[in-house]
């Protein structure tokens, strides 16, 4: 069973999220972007981190250093009405509606909806596109109305 891994940037003290943040920092620049990251094990055997690992821990501690929660969730796990509420930062009668409505597919387990965790990701990321669209669009009448920023 595929399980969630949830970490607060209090679980790891200031001091090794600064020390982290300073090394991916370092990792991070185009010159060291060639050489990939590594990991040590127990025994001092170098394991080289492929870049999409490195990019996504470079996420996660930038995330954790803004005071941001992380969770990690296997792309085809599924989802209650509630967890995809928090997810998307809205209410479960909101969730519900998009569900019934055809909006986010989902499933019955026996009288309970569920909903892959690729299907909510989709549907936040369509709004947050949608949000940005927005965005332009408004700074562009305002530019060409010539409102102050």
């Known amino acids: 069973m595929a399980r969630s891994i949830g970490l607060s940037h209090t679980s790891v003290s200031r001091e090794e999220l600064a020390t982290l943040a300073e090394v991916v920092a370092e990792t991070s620049t185009e010159n060291q972007r060639r ?3 590594s990991l040590v094990d127990a025994n001092g055997t170098v394991v080289p981190l492929p870049q999409p690992i490195f990019e996504l821990l470079a996420s996660v501690v930038d995330l954790l250093s803004a005071g941001t929660g992380v969770s990690v969730v296997p792309i085809g796990s599924e989802l209650t009405t509630t967890q995809v509420a928090k997810l998307l930062n809205v209410s479960r009668p909101h969730v519900v509606k998009l569900l019934e409505n055809g909006i986010i597919p989902f499933h019955r387990v026996g009288t309970h909806r569920r909903v892959l965790t690729v299907d909510a990701l989709a549907y ?3 709004q947050d596109r949608v949000a940005e669209m927005a965005l332009a669009e408004f700074h ?9 920023d």
Not at 140 to 148: A, C, D, F, Q, T
């Open 35 to 37: 050489a990939s990251a």
């Open 124 to 126: 936040r990321e369509e």
């Open 140 to 148: 562009r009448i305002g530019v060409e109305l010539n409102l102050p």
